[in-house]
């Protein structure tokens, strides 16, 4: 394989993609030829007393001609998140990162992106979206699937119901270290362990935390607009107050809370609370 030929594959796919596919987007594959493919193939360029790899250039744009038939390859900007798993690898992670791996090594670490791609595409669009807020951009191709397992496990595990008459624990999440003009808004959840704060400015504009026991909540940064997961259980009797909050009878100090303006029972055993005129989440865990 050499540049003509590398051409030539792409001016075939180019001609045969609106036969193949009802739904083929001409613009975004001359994107994914113009400008990812062209830092791909610049990254390889970039290595000393290495040859540009032809082969790997040739199984990116047939996998992007796949990814766009499949729908699993979107529009996206190129300076963002991309909206799914697969358009964040084939525009992010891949022409950052393949170079990183052995020639020998790189179709089958493409091969794996894809169907992990494929997996992906089966489960709902929140874990597309969660699982590219979380992922590195210099992630190593190769440790994808290890990566994958550990950002999904805590989030897929079901979590037992909490027992809301024990003890509780108070912690506090700034959350100006997210984002620095953030305001909260509404609360709401996208998984049962994912808690969502949408911007007061923006509705699109939204921080997650997951909801971990052991090991506390841990804040995911923008996570976008996710949609919201409806729980059916009995929620416990909680009273605001000034600088606590009663939950079936048990008093919670919250110091710096004085008067809370949205207060939030989830069923893994948590209560989220935010505050008119502050960037901070109160989180109690029941214990």
């Known amino acids: 394989m050499?540049?003509?030929?590398?051409?030539?594959?792409?001016?075939?796919?180019?001609?045969?993609?609106?036969?193949q596919f009802a739904s083929w987007n001409a613009q975004l594959f001359?994107?994914?030829?113009?400008?990812?493919?062209?830092?791909?193939?610049?990254?390889?360029?970039?290595?000393?007393?290495?040859?540009?790899?032809f082969s790997s250039l040739a199984n990116y744009v047939r996998m992007a001609y796949e990814g766009i038939g499949a729908g699993l390859l979107v529009q996206t900007a190129?300076?963002?998140?991309?909206?799914?798993?697969?358009t964040h690898c084939m525009v992010r992670l891949i022409p950052n990162s393949l170079c990183q791996e052995s020639v020998e090594r790189r179709a089958a670490v493409?091969?794996?992106?894809?169907?992990?791609?494929?997996g992906l595409s089966r489960e709902p669009l929140w874990l597309n979206r969660y699982v590219v807020s979380q992922l590195q951009r210099s992630v190593k191709l190769s440790n994808l699937p290890s990566e994958l397992n550990k950002l999904l496990t805590p989030v897929l595990s079901s979590l037992p119901p909490a027992d809301w008459n024990g003890s509780y624990t108070q912690s506090v999440i700034n959350l100006r270290h997210s984002k620095n003009d953030f305001l909260p808004g509404r609360l709401y959840l996208a998984a049962p362990a994912v808690l969502c704060i949408e911007s007061?400015?923006?509705?699109?504009?939204?921080?997650?935390?997951?909801?971990?026991?052991?090991?506390?909540?841990?804040?995911?940064?923008?996570?976008?607009?996710?949609?919201e997961h409806t729980e059916l259980f009995d929620p416990p009797d909680i009273v605001s107050g000034p600088d606590s909050i009663m939950i079936n009878g048990h008093s919670v100090a919250t110091p710096l809370l004085a008067a809370p303006q949205q207060a939030l029972?989830?069923?893994?055993?948590?209560?989220?609370?935010?505050?008119?005129d502050s960037q901070r989440l109160w989180l109690i865990e029941a214990n």
């Open 2 to 19: 050499n540049q003509p030929d590398l051409d030539r594959l792409i001016e075939r796919l180019r001609g045969s993609g609106a036969e």
């Open 30 to 53: 001359e994107f994914i030829v113009a400008s990812p493919m062209l830092r791909l193939k610049q990254s390889f360029e970039s290595q000393r007393n290495t040859n540009t790899d």
């Open 78 to 86: 190129e300076d963002a998140h991309g909206p799914n798993f697969l």
């Open 110 to 118: 493409m091969k794996d992106v894809w169907n992990l791609a494929e």
């Open 200 to 227: 007061r400015c923006d509705e699109q504009q939204t921080l997650g935390i997951l909801l971990q026991k052991p090991g506390g909540p841990k804040p995911l940064g923008d996570v976008g607009k996710l949609p």
């Open 265 to 276: 029972a989830i069923a893994c055993g948590f209560v989220a609370a935010i505050a008119q």
